[in-house]
């Protein structure tokens, strides 16, 4: 089964400096990774994936988030933060031919003024 | 015009009652989904439908009951209703099984 790990609850940031929310999974066989964002009262919105290809993955609002296969990890990463980036990121898991995936346990980003 | 819709957007209940919550997705989307997220935010999926089948079913209790009368419809049944099924519901849909997921806003039901 797969598994995902967001190490951390909370990350702060000032606005203007590079970001960097932390993602480990888990899963037998190829990952399908995806890095989602929930503003607060909304649904998650999609924000890029990996299923293969190039390591690094450019996706929406000038976010990137780089593939490690050696230590299964998807961080994801902007270079200037904004502080209309603060919201809760959810990292998620599924596998090639596989059917079911699990999200993380998310990590609220504060980017501060 | 919205793209995942569900309705209604807030269900305040008593402890016994059933009630439904309604999805729609005009995306031509293949798959369906139900997702239950606590008041810590864990996100866990319940249900999955690709094509009008029952591709997922976590391990929920037999109160609640998908139904998804044709593609672009997924609606979401439970019966007697207890305290602990207080949550945000999320419904979604992708293209087909593990591509991205385009989210409603949530149905927040609340019981008293």
């Known amino acids: 089964a797969q598994s995902v790990a967001q190490p951390e609850d909370q990350v702060n940031v000032a606005e203007g400096n590079p970001l960097t929310v932390k993602c480990t999974y888990s899963?037998?066989?190829?990952?399908?990774l995806f890095w989602y964002v929930q503003y607060p009262n909304r649904g998650l919105q999609f924000l890029l994936k990996?299923?293969?290809?190039?390591?690094l993955v450019k996706g929406s609002y000038g976010f990137e988030a780089e593939f490690n296969k050696s230590q299964t990890s998807f961080h994801l990463k902007k270079p200037s933060a904004l502080v209309s980036d603060s919201a809760l990121y959810f990292c998620?898991?599924?596998?090639?031919?596989?059917?079911?995936?699990?999200f993380g346990p998310g990590t609220r980003l504060s980017v501060l003024p | 015009d919205t793209a995942v819709s569900q309705t209604p957007k807030y269900l305040v209940t008593q402890m016994g009652n059933d009630k439904s919550i309604k999805c729609e997705q005009n995306?031509?989307?293949?798959?369906m989904y139900w997702y239950k997220q606590d008041s810590k935010k864990f996100l866990k999926i319940m249900f999955s439908?690709?094509?009008?089948?029952?591709?997922i079913n976590e391990t929920v209790p037999n109160r609640f009951s998908p139904k998804s009368p044709d593609k672009a419809h997924l609606n979401l049944h439970i019966n007697s209703l207890e305290l602990g099924d207080s949550a945000v519901y999320f419904c979604?849909?992708?293209?087909?099984?593990?591509?991205?997921?385009?989210f409603g806003d949530g149905t927040r039901l609340s019981i008293l």
């Open positions: 979604a849909s992708s293209p087909y099984v593990n591509q991205p997921q385009h």
């Open positions: 899963v037998s066989g190829n990952p399908y």
């Open positions: 439908y690709n094509n009008k089948e029952l591709i």
């Open positions: 998620a898991v599924g596998k090639e031919y596989g059917q079911n995936f699990v």
């Open positions: 995306l031509g989307h293949d798959t």
């Open positions: 990996y299923i293969t290809g190039d390591n």
